[in-house]
């Protein structure tokens, strides 16, 4: 079997309203709520289980999700509307501003807990293939 990522536990200060902020952004679904955790599973088949941990102990990290053109537009309407603070880069000195990374679009933001969540719709390294 090749070695794929099943799940992640995403630490937070309210594990429901964490789930539920990027489950609006990303038009997911948020799971049944199973032990401590709220999950939220992605399309591949990747699960966050958000947890409710003390705020002092969240250490913040970054999480990028791909998205094809029509789900960027929606997904940063969203977040637009929600008033979370968005940049055109990961250290916050390009605020309200995407990118055009890679020939793509990218927009970074924060989530309720204080961790950098990312939406692209290219990968890093992106290269088109020449046309034939």
Known sequence: MAVQLNHTIVHSRDNRESAAFLAHVLDLQVGTEWG???PLELANGVTLDFATVP????????YAFLLSEEEFDVAFERIRASGAPYFADPHG????EINHNDGGRG???TDPAGHGME???RPYGY???PAS
């Open 127 to 129: 290269q088109e293939e």
């Open 55 to 62: 705020t002092g102990s969240i250490t913040p990290q970054h």
């Open 119 to 121: 939406i692209i719709t």
């Open 93 to 96: 000195k390009h605020p309200g």
């Open 36 to 38: 401590p955790f709220v």
């Open 107 to 109: 927009v970074y933001f």
